[in-house]
């Protein structure tokens, strides 16, 4: 999945991008509300992780005028403003959760993986096609009962591809799911994680459209 962080502190937002890419999300990183604002615009991230005291704009503002826009992105604010009142604005002014500082991340991975499926980008728990069991939660993967070791973005791969079992995903698709802003992509680093995919699970468990993209197997 595809995350927005929107964070001023530098240590706390290198602190939660590391996190979360270990939980295999692409996450770009902002630490104001207009670069947050220009980033919204590109409609392409299932979740964002707003603070609320942001230079240029105030987080408050920023998910105002998002949700006044037709916005329907979840928003989980995190932030060090702790009273019941400021929870109660944030809530109100249109956030879907709302995470004190400081937390822990494994609390913050729970709660995106939660936001995430209550929106339908995970759709349950546990993902199943055929023999293939992928346990987001547990970045577990087993393949015929068998426990199937994959990295971070294999196992990233491997879920994008479960979400939609049916459909082709394209090349480009499937690299946005991965990598964030700044991140250095190489020509064939997807070839290389479904070739990696396919050998550690069998041949056939990944089918090449070709011109088009990857999919899975069909089920008998």
């Known amino acids: 999945m595809r995350i927005l962080l929107v964070e001023d502190d530098p240590m706390i ?49 920023l998910l105002r005028d998002y949700r006044a826009s037709g916005g329907t992105m979840p928003v989980l604010i995190a932030t060090a403003r702790d009273s019941v009142e400021a929870r109660i604005e944030g809530l109100d002014c249109g956030a879907d959760d709302y995470l004190v500082k400081p937390f822990s991340v494994l609390e913050l991975a729970a709660r995106v993986r939660a936001l995430l499926r209550r929106r339908g980008h995970l759709t349950t728990t546990v993902l199943r096609h055929g023999e293939l069991v992928l346990n987001p939660s547990s970045h577990e993967v087993t393949h015929a009962g068998q426990a199937v070791a994959l990295s971070p973005r294999e196992f990233a791969v491997l879920q994008a591809l479960m979400d939609e079992p049916a ?44 011109g088009i993209g990857y999919r899975l197997k069909g089920l008998a």
């Open 13 to 61: 937002g290198e602190t939660i991008c590391e996190a979360l890419r270990r939980e295999s999300h692409a996450i770009d990183w902002v630490q104001d509300g207009r670069h947050a604002t220009l980033a919204i615009e590109n409609d392409v991230y299932d979740l964002m992780l707003l603070d609320l005291g942001l230079p240029r704009s105030s987080g408050l503002d």
């Open 167 to 210: 459909r082709v995903l394209a090349k480009a698709a499937i690299e946005d799911k991965l990598y964030g802003w700044g991140q250095e992509i190489e020509s064939n680093a997807i070839e290389v994680y479904i070739h990696s995919l396919r050998r550690k699970l069998s041949p056939g468990t990944i089918v090449t459209v070709r």
